[in-house]
């Protein structure tokens, strides 16, 4: 009897009233390109991002602007900071900052519903339509800056698995910006 029980014990969960197999994890949507199991230790890791979501994104912007000082200059608020020591200081970078994370941050949690996640990223590329001088390339830079911040804040946890995921993850979510962008650009073309 003790036999049974145990097989039955290891081979189901019980949640509730149901019963849940062990069996492999759900499938995600084919739009996705993480498998369930990447999506899962996306989500995980990225909880070590989200709490500290501002002091990753002052080091992804001065990554950027360490790889594209150019770029610095599209930045009304804080153009004038060209050191490093005056942009870690800049309460203007910070708060920007703090704005892109959110937005990263609210992508990542919108893995799981991606009409939601779409129609957000679709919406946050369209509005850069109304940034004087912007060029849709210009998501592109942030993807290395991205990577470098996340593997600072991460530490040893960045592993090469976490390294290939978040990859894969930051190219979805910036192609998912530029179709936004591109939409947009399409649709006042057509007006």
Sequence with gaps: MGCQLGKLASSERRSGDAVLSEGPPPKTDPRLPL?????YSMVASWKGISRAMEKTGICMFIKLFEENQDLLNMFEKFRQCKTKDEQINSMELAEHANNVMNTLDEGIKGLD???NFFQY???VGASHRRIPGFKVEYFWKIEAP?????ESTLGDRYTPNVENIYKITIKFILQTLVDGYEKAAKASNST
């Design 35 to 39: 498998t369930a199991k990447q999506k």
């Design 113 to 115: 519903d991606l009409d």
């Design 121 to 123: 990223i679709h919406q």
């Design 146 to 150: 991205f990577l470098a911040a996340v």
